[in-house]
């Protein structure tokens, strides 16, 4: 999640578990790939000096859902294993 513009090329991004909201990453843009949405609760509370890695972490979970795999029947991933 991208907390603050930094500058042309340069962004702030945290994710509330590795990166944490106290220490965001520097990130070139060129590196980044931007989706459709937008929070604009995390941006309030980051104006006002209140937001949380919880927070966060709140607001990326769908995201993260839709990036897992889906289990099959036995509860095994679909993966093939080599």
Same mark, same amino acid.
């Given at each position: 999640?991208?907390?603050?513009?930094?500058?042309?090329?340069?962004?702030?991004?945290?994710?509330?578990?590795?990166?944490?909201? @106290?220490?965001? &990453?520097?990130?070139?843009?060129?590196?980044? %790939?931007?989706?459709?949405? /937008?929070? #604009?609760?995390?941006? *309030?509370?980051?104006?006002?000096?209140?937001?949380?890695?919880? @927070?966060?972490? &709140?607001?990326?979970?769908?995201?993260?859902? %839709?990036?897992?795999?889906? /289990?099959? #029947?036995?509860?095994? *991933?679909?993966?093939?294993?080599?």
């Amino acid at each position: 999640m991208v907390l603050l513009c930094v500058d042309a090329d340069f962004v702030l991004i945290c994710d509330g578990k590795r990166r944490k909201v @106290d220490h965001p &990453k520097r990130k070139r843009r060129k590196h980044l %790939s931007a989706t459709p949405h /937008a929070a #604009p609760e995390i941006l *309030s509370l980051y104006a006002m000096n209140r937001l949380k890695d919880s @927070d966060v972490r &709140k607001a990326l979970a769908p995201f993260y859902a %839709s990036e897992a795999a889906p /289990a099959g #029947p036995d509860g095994s *991933s679909s993966r093939i294993k080599a």
